[in-house]
């Protein structure tokens, strides 16, 4: 048997959580580079660039490639391990505004 799932929209907390998301992966992308031996001004460069791509992507704000029927991706975050409580946003997420600050957040206090 299924449990029904709620959904909470509440655009701050959600607000903070997809911040909290760009920052993971812009330290995700970042130490990915570095073991890569890529030099830090490249490595910036390319944390940007493929972060904003990434959540232009995820925003919906760039179309997904071969979408076959135009679907597009809502991001919804669990509030509990058996993600039977999400919280959403009434909004198309905005990952992408954060990407830039995010990119250069890590780089300027070392990441993590």
């Keep these: 048997m299924s449990e ?3 959904v909470k929209v509440d655009h701050l907390e ?3 959580l997809q911040l ?16 890569a031996n890529v030099n830090s001004d490249l490595a910036q460069e390319l944390t940007m660039n493929l972060l904003f ?5 995820l925003d919906g ?12 991706p809502f991001l919804t975050f669990s509030l509990n391990e058996e993600a039977t409580e999400l919280l959403a946003t009434k909004h198309c997420t905005s990952m992408h505004a954060y990407a830039v600050g995010c990119a250069e ?8």
């Design 53 to 57: 791509s990434i959540t232009t992507i």
């Design 4 to 6: 029904l799932v709620s």
């Design 20 to 35: 909290t998301l760009v920052h993971s992966m812009a330290s995700g992308i970042r130490r990915e580079l570095e073991a």
């Design 105 to 112: 957040d890590v780089f300027e206090i070392g990441g993590d």
């Design 14 to 16: 959600f607000d903070e």
């Design 61 to 72: 704000s760039q179309a997904m490639p071969e979408s076959a029927n135009g679907a597009y």
